[in-house]
């Protein structure tokens, strides 16, 4: 089983920054994807960066030059640099790893952009 913890989140002002952390814990932690997602009141879950076991990235369109994804392996944590914050990235954002074809889901660590 494989343990997925946010944190990391808060209230912020718009164009500020926060890192969000993932850490993982569990067995067989040979990750093939991890990544963030995010989900505001009302609207589904959504995209927001991936980093592969080959340390290739992709983001979502609205988040690229803004946010960086990255991985410490050693620890088993990704991690989430969001710069320049908007009040639009306000939302429950959400880790997510993929082992084999399994998926995991952490809670989820709420961040709230003040404009």
């Known amino acids: 089983q494989v343990r997925l913890v946010e944190s990391g989140g808060g209230l912020v002002q718009a164009g500020g920054s926060l890192r969000l952390s993932c850490a993982a814990s569990?067995?067989?932690?040979?990750?093939?994807?991890m990544g963030w997602y995010r989900q505001a009141p009302g609207k589904p879950r959504e995209f927001v960066a991936r980093i592969t076991s080959y340390s290739t990235t992709n983001y979502a369109d609205s988040v690229k030059g803004r946010f960086t994804i990255s991985t410490d392996n050693a620890k088993n944590t990704v991690y989430l640099q969001m710069n320049s914050l908007k009040p639009e990235d306000t939302a429950v954002y959400y880790c997510?790893?993929?082992?084999?074809?399994?998926?995991?889901w952490g809670q989820g660590t709420q961040v709230t952009v003040a404009s």
């Open positions: 569990g067995n067989s932690l040979s990750f093939n994807t």
């Open positions: 997510n790893a993929v082992i084999r074809v399994t998926s995991y």
